[in-house]
């Protein structure tokens, strides 16, 4: 079968939002899927064509870098070849171009496939307007898909905007795929813990993630020799970073900036935690796959109140649910979490493993794509 999927961003920018197609596009091509993927092109050293993990990857110029992605106006012109010799299109949302080319997938008599990640939030005064528009961009985009996937029922339920297209609607949890751990580096960290409790978090360092509640509740929190440990990028001189390491400072909280990690380092971390806290406030953040990786660790997770943010923890039982933007109530889930030992068992462990299964994953969507045709 071969797939077009639409994408404003690619490797070697793998956000969030860009790695669950990537994850997709990299199983379903070792299943015998032939995938092109259609992105932009972000960067001037980046190839104009190029394959990644047996998928090839066509990044397109832009006019005009605007927020949320890309002007250009001559896209549709550009992948019309690549539509019609496709059995299919997948359209990773949100996004401006991708309408160009489900109008193309129509007219062409394709079968088409919508990703709905999240909302789009720039925020302030002018992002609001960009905000509107790409969100309605999303919302034909929406119409004329054959099929919509999206993570979780409880998120999609939360909003007007798919919810309405509930018959086409198909819940796949995110891909998951299993963390190596790396011996040496997980010595390392073990050594460097000692007997200190190391409460986790793992992601980029931005507003949207509700940081610095976080730094309040471990300065609430009754815990023993707390230690904040991050893993994920942070430049110094942004100025959310700053803001967070000035909080950290002043609530005098031990802290360990390990940056970003991958693959055995990023094992050796999960591996090492006590506990993952996942403290986000804001409406981009609909899932968390971090979580699912630390319960595969067996480790118990505190994540906020939102919809979807919520589910691993709820179908799980590992760990605990805590009101967004709530520095009290995130400070009382961590000490239940960390002074009682029956959060996690294997039992649950074993459930965990279950429904975060990457093969289950590329399964369903199988089942989807031949479904289509």
């Given at each position: 079968?071969?797939?077009?999927?639409?994408?404003?961003?690619?490797?070697?920018?793998?956000?969030?939002?860009?790695?669950?197609?990537?994850?997709?596009?990299?199983?379903?091509?070792?299943?015998?899927?032939?995938?092109?993927?259609?992105?932009?092109?972000?960067?001037?050293?980046?190839?104009?064509?190029?394959?990644?993990?047996?998928?090839?990857?066509?990044?397109?110029?832009?006019?005009?870098?605007?927020?949320?992605?890309?002007?250009?106006?001559?896209?549709?012109?550009?992948?019309?070849?690549?539509?019609?010799?496709?059995?299919?299109?997948?359209?990773?949302?949100?996004?401006?171009?991708?309408?160009?080319?489900?109008?193309?997938?129509?007219?062409?008599?394709?079968?088409?496939?919508?990703?709905?990640?999240?909302?789009?939030?720039?925020?302030?005064?002018?992002?609001?307007?960009?905000?509107?528009?790409?969100?309605?961009?999303?919302?034909?985009?929406?119409?004329?898909?054959?099929?919509?996937?999206?993570?979780?029922?409880?998120?999609a339920q939360s909003k007007k905007s798919i919810s309405r297209f509930n018959e086409r609607l198909i819940y796949i949890l995110p891909?998951?795929?299993?963390?190596?751990?790396?011996?040496e580096k997980f010595e390392e960290l073990k050594n460097r813990k000692g007997g200190n409790i190391w409460i986790g978090y793992s992601?980029?360092?931005?507003?949207?993630?509700?940081?610095?509640?976080?730094?309040?509740?471990?300065?609430?929190?009754?815990?023993?020799?707390?230690?904040?440990?991050?893993?994920?990028?942070?430049?110094?001189?942004?100025?959310?970073?700053?803001?967070?390491?000035?909080?950290?400072?002043?609530?005098?909280?031990?802290?360990?900036?390990?940056?970003?990690?991958?693959?055995?380092?990023?094992?050796?971390?999960?591996?090492?935690?006590?506990?993952?806290?996942?403290?986000?406030?804001?409406?981009?953040?609909?899932?968390?796959?971090?979580?699912?990786?630390?319960?595969?660790?067996?480790?118990?997770?505190?994540?906020?109140?939102?919809?979807?943010?919520?589910?691993?923890?709820?179908?799980?039982?590992?760990?605990?649910?805590?009101?967004?933007?709530?520095?009290?109530?995130?400070?009382?889930?961590?000490?239940?979490?960390?002074?009682?030992?029956?959060?996690?068992?294997?039992?649950?462990?074993?459930?965990?493993?279950?429904?975060?299964?990457?093969?289950?994953?590329?399964?369903?969507?199988?089942?989807?794509?031949?479904?289509?045709?």
């Amino acid at each position: 079968m071969k797939i077009s999927l639409i994408s404003t961003y690619w490797s070697p920018n793998v956000t969030g939002i860009v790695k669950y197609p990537y994850r997709l596009v990299k199983h379903l091509s070792e299943e015998g899927f032939k995938i092109k993927v259609l992105t932009a092109k972000f960067k001037r050293d980046l190839p104009a064509n190029e394959t990644i993990d047996r998928a090839e990857v066509r990044r397109l110029s832009g006019l005009m870098k605007i927020p949320g992605g890309f002007l250009m106006p001559f896209y549709p012109f550009r992948i019309y070849r690549d539509i019609k010799n496709s059995d299919a299109v997948v359209v990773n949302l949100p996004n401006f171009e991708g309408l160009s080319a489900l109008i193309l997938a129509r007219l062409l008599k394709k079968k088409t496939v919508s990703i709905y990640n999240c909302d789009y939030g720039i925020g302030g005064p002018a992002g609001k307007m960009f905000d509107w528009l790409l969100n309605a961009f999303v919302f034909f985009q929406l119409a004329l898909s054959d099929r919509i996937v999206t993570h979780t029922r409880d998120f999609a339920q939360s909003k007007k905007s798919i919810s309405r297209f509930n018959e086409r609607l198909i819940y796949i949890l995110p891909p998951i795929e299993p963390v190596p751990v790396d011996e040496e580096k997980f010595e390392e960290l073990k050594n460097r813990k000692g007997g200190n409790i190391w409460i986790g978090y793992s992601g980029r360092i931005i507003s949207e993630k509700g940081i610095e509640h976080l730094i309040d509740a471990v300065a609430q929190a009754n815990l023993k020799d707390p230690v904040l440990v991050f893993a994920g990028l942070h430049s110094a001189e942004d100025p959310y970073s700053k803001k967070i390491i000035n909080r950290l400072v002043e609530k005098d909280i031990r802290h360990i900036f390990l940056g970003k990690l991958s693959g055995g380092a990023l094992g050796a971390f999960y591996k090492n935690i006590d506990c993952l806290v996942l403290p986000s406030i804001g409406k981009t953040e609909v899932f968390g796959m971090v979580q699912a990786e630390a319960m595969l660790f067996g480790k118990p997770v505190i994540a906020t109140d939102l919809p979807g943010v919520r589910v691993p923890v709820q179908i799980t039982g590992m760990g605990k649910i805590a009101k967004a933007g709530n520095s009290k109530d995130l400070a009382d889930k961590m000490e239940q979490v960390l002074n009682s030992g029956d959060i996690v068992n294997d039992e649950k462990r074993e459930y965990a493993s279950k429904i975060f299964d990457i093969n289950l994953f590329v399964r369903e969507w199988k089942a989807l794509l031949h479904d289509l045709r």
